[in-house]
C-alpha cells in the first residue's frame, strides 16, 4: 500500500457507523485549521443531479480560457483520488495531499468522521493555502448537509434535479429539491438549468426565504443550437458561439448553465467561446480512441463509447444521442454495463429498450454491483440479446462477437462492426480507464 493509500485508509477506519445528516463534524475539523473555507478565493457552488461535472468542465475551461488560475473540487475520481482535487489548474501531487490529509487528521484526533468530510476538509485546506483566482466546489450528495456546504460562495448553480441516491434522499422530488436548495446563500445570485415545474417551484420559495437572486433557465436565460453553433440568449444579449466540445444534445443544457455563471462572473465573450471549445470531461459521452482494450474493437470495426451516468435521467441524455449516432450510420448498439446493486437499472434500460440490440453484463471490482445474471434478466425482458463477461477483455469480446453476430439475418450478408457503449457506472467507467492504459 502507497503512503498516499494509507493516509486515506485512515479516514474510511474512522467513518461513521450510521451516517447522521448535519455538518457539526467537518465544521469542527475546519475550525481546528483555522477555517480556511473562509479564505477561498472567489467561488461557484454547484449542486444538481445529473450535469454537476459537464458543467464543472465548462465553467473551469472559462475560466482558465480568461487566464485565470482555477482551483476544483470534484467526486468520484475516475482513476486516481487525486483527480478530485486540483490546485490552481494542476491535480494535487501525492505529497501536498498527503500532508493536508494528515493535518486534517490531526485535527480530527480519532473522532469519527466520514471520508468524504475528511478529503473536502483537506481540499479547503489545500485550496486556502495555494494562490488562486477562482475555485469551483461540486456538491457531492444533496446539498443542505454536505459537507462542502460550509463556505460562502459567488455564485451558485443548480443542474436539473432528478431522482438519485434514494436511500439519502428519499423519492420525493420536492423534498429532494429542498436538500439541493440548501446551498442557495443571502445575496448571492442562484443560476438553475430547466428544471420540473415542480422543482421550479421549491427553489423559488427556497430562494425568497434566503434572500438569493433566482436566475432560471427559460425565464432570464437560456441556449439552444443552430446552425452548428450554440446560441445563448438572455433579456440583454445574444451571443453565437461554438457548439459544445462535450458529445451529446443534453451537453447545451450544461454549456449553457455555464456560461450563464461565467457571464454572471464578468468573463469576456471570447474566454466562453474558448472554453466552451476547449472542455474535457472523461467518461462523459467520451468516444474511445487507442489503449489495449478499445485496440480489440478498433480491430473489427467497432466503435466504443464510455459514459459513467448511472441514473434514469442520464440514461436518457445517453439514449438520446446514441438514438442520433444510429441515424447516422446504423450499426448493433451492444451494451457493455455494470451497475451499483443501489442503482435502478431497470429504468436505467427502459431508454435502451428497441435500440440496443444486447448487452453485456460485468460486475464492478470492489464494488456492490447488481449480479450480472439480474443484471441479464432486466434486459432480456427488453427484447435484448445478453451475456455475461468474465471481465473487461471478456467482455469486450463478447461485445464485438454478439454485434457481428446480430448485424445480419443470414450468413451470405455482411457483417457490419457493432457501437459498443460502456455504461452504468462511473466505478466501472475508471476500470475501463484503467485497463486501457
Not at 475520481?77 to 490531526?106: T, Y
Not at 434522499?169 to 443560476?191: F, S, W, Y
Not at 432570464?220 to 461554438?242: H, I, K, Q
Not at 448553465?257 to 466552451?276: F, N, Q, Y
Request: charged share 20%; glycine share 8%; proline share 6%.
Amino acid at each position: 500500500m502507497s503512503p498516499l493509500d494509507r493516509a486515506l485508509d485512515e479516514f474510511r477506519r474512522l467513518h461513521p457507523r450510521k451516517i447522521d445528516l448535519g455538518l457539526s463534524r467537518i465544521e469542527t475539523v475546519l475550525e481546528r485549521l483555522d477555517r480556511p473555507q473562509d479564505k477561498l478565493p472567489t467561488s461557484v457552488h454547484i449542486a444538481g443531479t445529473n450535469g454537476k461535472g459537464s458543467t464543472v468542465a465548462f465553467l473551469r475551461a472559462m475560466l482558465e480560457a480568461s487566464g485565470a488560475r482555477v482551483h476544483v473540487y470534484t467526486s468520484p475520481h475516475l482513476v486516481r483520488f487525486n483527480e478530485r482535487i486540483v490546485l490552481a489548474g494542476q491535480e494535487i501531487d501525492d505529497a501536498s495531499l498527503i500532508d493536508v490529509l494528515h493535518r486534517v487528521r490531526d485535527a480530527n484526533d480519532g473522532a469519527p468522521l466520514s471520508f468524504f468530510e475528511a478529503t473536502t476538509a483537506a481540499a479547503f485546506l489545500a485550496f486556502a493555502e495555494t494562490p488562486a483566482d477562482y475555485a469551483i466546489i461540486e456538491v457531492g450528495l444533496g446539498g443542505r448537509f454536505d459537507a462542502t456546504n460550509v463556505f460562502t460562495p459567488a455564485v451558485c448553480a443548480i443542474t436539473p434535479i432528478d431522482y438519485d441516491h434514494a436511500e439519502f434522499l428519499g423519492r420525493d422530488i420536492a423534498g429532494i429539491a429542498r436538500e439541493k436548495a440548501g446551498i442557495m446563500k443571502p445575496g448571492r445570485p442562484v443560476l438553475s438549468a430547466p428544471q420540473r415545474e415542480q422543482v421550479m417551484a421549491v427553489l423559488n420559495v427556497a430562494a425568497k426565504r434566503v434572500g438569493a437572486p433566482l436566475i432560471a433557465w427559460g425565464q432570464d436565460f437560456r441556449a439552444y443550437p443552430e446552425n452548428g453553433r450554440l446560441v445563448f440568449e438572455t433579456e440583454t444579449e445574444l451571443m453565437d458561439l461554438p457548439p459544445p466540445a462535450l458529445a451529446g444534445g443534453h451537453q447545451v443544457m450544461n454549456a449553457g448553465l455555464a456560461i450563464a455563471v461565467a457571464r454572471t462572473l464578468g468573463l469576456a465573450r471570447d474566454a466562453v467561446a474558448d472554453g466552451l471549445r476547449q472542455a474535457v470531461w472523461p467518461a462523459r459521452m467520451q468516444r474511445m480512441g487507442a489503449g489495449p482494450l478499445i485496440d480489440m474493437a478498433h480491430e473489427s470495426g467497432a466503435d466504443v463509447w464510455l459514459d459513467g451516468g448511472h441514473n434514469p435521467h442520464a440514461a436518457r441524455a445517453l439514449s438520446t444521442h446514441m438514438a442520433s449516432l444510429e441515424g447516422q450510420s446504423a450499426r448493433p448498439l451492444i451494451l457493455i454495463m455494470g451497475i451499483l446493486a443501489n442503482k435502478n437499472a431497470g429504468e436505467f434500460l427502459d431508454f435502451f429498450q428497441g435500440l440496443a440490440a444486447g448487452l453485456v453484463a460485468v460486475e464492478i471490482d470492489d464494488h456492490a454491483s447488481l449480479s450480472p445474471d439480474v443484471l441479464s434478466e432486466l434486459a432480456q425482458s427488453r427484447g435484448m440479446a445478453t451475456t455475461i463477461g468474465h471481465n473487461l477483455t471478456d467482455a469486450m469480446q463478447k461485445a464485438i462477437n454478439m454485434g457481428e453476430a446480430l448485424s445480419r439475418q443470414s450468413a451470405d450478408q455482411p457483417v457490419i462492426p457493432p457501437r459498443i457503449l460502456i455504461c452504468g457506472s462511473l466505478y466501472l467507467a475508471g476500470q475501463v480507464l484503467t485497463a486501457n492504459g
